[in-house]
């Protein structure tokens, strides 16, 4: 019963916040709106028992990548969203069309699910059983993974890199 | 355990421990303003009872009764959010701080600490790295130059800080197999030889390396000098809370102190043995005693802080980010990878 309401709460708390990062117009809003997401999404982590997964939810996403995102915003000081002749087209096909998707999403989850549902607390919460995971069952995906952010921070540094020819500031 | 007594115990538990919290954070600032005064040759507060004693609760009284002045250009939602969010963020975590063992008190056994979780040191990493967003939302909801460059300051520093803090961490953690800080502490009980105590610092192999690398990242996850580069009052005024009075600036620096004792707390628990130490006497002693030697060890990291504050002048901006992520992350990376070796082989 307790685990339906508080279920149901951090449900609520996500839902919310994705409604309200889409409708704020200004970007440090939205991102704060993003941090209620990962965190109700942590919450809900908890409330199945993967215990780990949750703590490493809060820390990374909340705590590191959002701390990012606002940073950035503050840096670049962005301004208010603007709305054109073309945000209001998107207004109008974006909402049918995103409630299509979900009710195909949610029909697609509750009638032809391969796996069943997960009760809650039967999550693996241990870290030992998502290293085990991690490092023995999908090693290989998960040194590609690794690969590939390696790929990325390297296009970040060749990008933001200034060009051989101009001269080194400062 | 029944409902109602499940219910009365956390009640005051939680009293208690937040009692407890806000009294140390009141009477760090004393010592910190006493141990100031005296390293610079001054006296300190003399004024307010015997030794300025006190002088905190003058300082919250006049706090209370300041004009609260919210100035014209400010983002309001958020500027009157983000104190509210550091301060929470920075009260909330002494919940999972065990300060003792277990005791028993009229019938009912409780372990001495809000609550128990399994995860206890990752929920609380968790619930400091949220606390950046009140010092960066200060600084950007506030519309000044001087509180967003605090603000930023502050965002990337205790970003950089926190990889390197979490993963000098790694190596106590290899060593005790949990996350759980109950745990944790008890597989530092008794001594080698009976004379130098089991505590993490002094294993094979030793966590020393990690420890001053906590220590020193922690100086920088605080904002305290010589890494208060987001307050450096001689470039930014007063950094992230320029425009901030009365009490919305007391949640700040309120915060900063509940988590200058939530490090000191986490340090003691992982490097230097928690609560164990030499315990004698009668069953009231014995059940005093270690919570006397966990608050011992605090008040030392406490002390050591004020001492640092006193003696060292602040890094440059540069500096801080160079020592940061070219020194410190490389050590706490090669600190992992040893102590997991030499656990490997041993093994």
Known sequence: MLHLVLFLVFALGCVAGAVNLLAQRHPIDSALSLVVVMGSLAGEYLLLGAEFVAAIQVIVYAGAIMVLFVFVIMLLNAGVEERTPGSRVALLLGVPGMLIGSALVVWLLLERSPTPAVAAGALPGPPQTIAWLLFHDYLLPFEVTSILVLIAIMGAVVLASPPATTKKES | ?347
């Open chain 2, 1 to 347: 355990m029944n409902i109602t007594q499940f219910i009365l115990v956390a009640v005051v538990k939680i009293v208690l421990a937040i009692w407890l919290l806000l009294t140390a954070v009141a009477y760090t600032v004393w010592l910190e303003r006493k141990l100031v005064g005296h390293i610079q040759n001054r006296w300190g507060p003399t004024r307010v009872g015997p030794f300025g004693l006190l002088q905190p609760l003058a300082d919250g009284m006049k706090f209370i009764f300041k004009e609260d002045l919210t100035p014209p250009h400010v983002n309001k939602p958020l500027y009157i959010a983000a104190p509210m969010i550091s301060l929470v963020f920075a009260l909330t975590s002494i919940a999972l701080i065990p300060v003792g063992g277990w005791v028993r008190v009229a019938g009912v056994n409780t372990p001495l600490e809000i609550t128990e979780v399994n995860m206890g040191l990752l929920i609380i990493l968790g619930i400091t790295s949220l606390g950046v967003y009140g010092v960066a939302l200060a600084g950007w909801s506030s519309n000044s130059k001087y509180s967003l460059l605090g603000g930023l300051r502050a965002s990337a520093q205790m970003v950089s800080y926190e990889v390197a803090l979490g993963l000098s961490l790694v190596g106590v953690l290899i060593l005790a197999g949990s996350f759980n800080l109950r745990e944790i502490v008890d597989a530092q009980s008794g001594t080698f030889w009976g004379v130098i105590p089991r505590w993490y610092i002094f294993r094979w192999p030793p966590q020393i390396v990690g420890f001053l690398i906590y220590l020193t990242a922690a100086y920088a996850e605080t904002n305290r000098l010589p890494f208060d580069l987001p307050e450096a009052e001689t470039e930014l005024v007063a950094g992230y809370h320029t425009e901030y009075s009365s009490m919305k600036f007391a949640m700040f620096f309120m915060a900063e102190y509940a988590n200058m004792i939530t490090v000191a707390c986490l340090a003691s628990l992982l490097f230097l043995g928690g609560w164990h130490g030499p315990v004698a006497g009668p069953a009231i002693v014995r059940a005093v005693l270690p919570v006397f030697w966990f608050g011992l060890r605090v008040f030392g990291f406490l002390f050591l802080y004020i001492w640092v504050r006193g003696t060292l002048p602040r890094f440059r901006y540069d500096q801080l980010m160079a020592f940061g992520w070219k020194f410190l992350l490389p050590l706490a990376i090669a600190n992992v990878i040893v102590t997991a070796l030499i656990v490997a082989l041993r093994s």
